[in-house]
Nanobody, 115 residues
Framework: QVQLVESGGGLVQAGGSLRLSCAAS????????MGWYRQAPGKQRDLVAR???????NYADSVKGRFTISRDSAKNTVYLQMNSLKPEDTGVYYC?????????WGKGTLVTVSS
């Protein structure tokens, strides 16, 4: 079982930056896929970025060039660096891990971008 705890959300003005962190309970190098998802008010939860075991990444088109996902295996932590934030980036950001076809989720951290 994997436990995930997100942190780093908050209120920021448009154009600003935030870095989200996701601390995992186990060795993240053994986790095939970890990712960040976003759920805006009244909308479904959508993928923002994913990082695979050997370091490859992919991003939603809406965040390409602005967000960067990375990980520190020594700290069992995955990060999401968010730059040039826009009001439409507002939402609850969830960290997720997929292990043996089971998805694990954190409780989320709220990001609010004001215009």
């Amino acid at each position: 079982q994997v436990q995930l705890v997100e942190s780093g959300g908050g209120l920021v003005q448009a154009g600003g930056s935030l870095r989200l962190s996701c601390a995992a309970s186990g060795q993240i190098f053994s986790i095939p896929v970890m990712g960040w998802y976003r759920q805006a008010p009244g909308k479904q939860r959508d993928l923002v970025a994913r990082i695979f075991r050997y370091g490859s990444t992919n991003y939603a088109d809406s965040v390409k060039g602005r967000f960067t996902i990375s990980r520190d295996s020594a700290k069992n932590t995955v990060y999401l660096q968010m730059n040039s934030l826009k009001p439409e980036d507002t939402g609850v950001y969830y960290c997720a891990a997929t292990v043996n076809d089971i998805d694990y989720w954190g409780k989320g951290t709220l990001v609010t971008v004001s215009s």
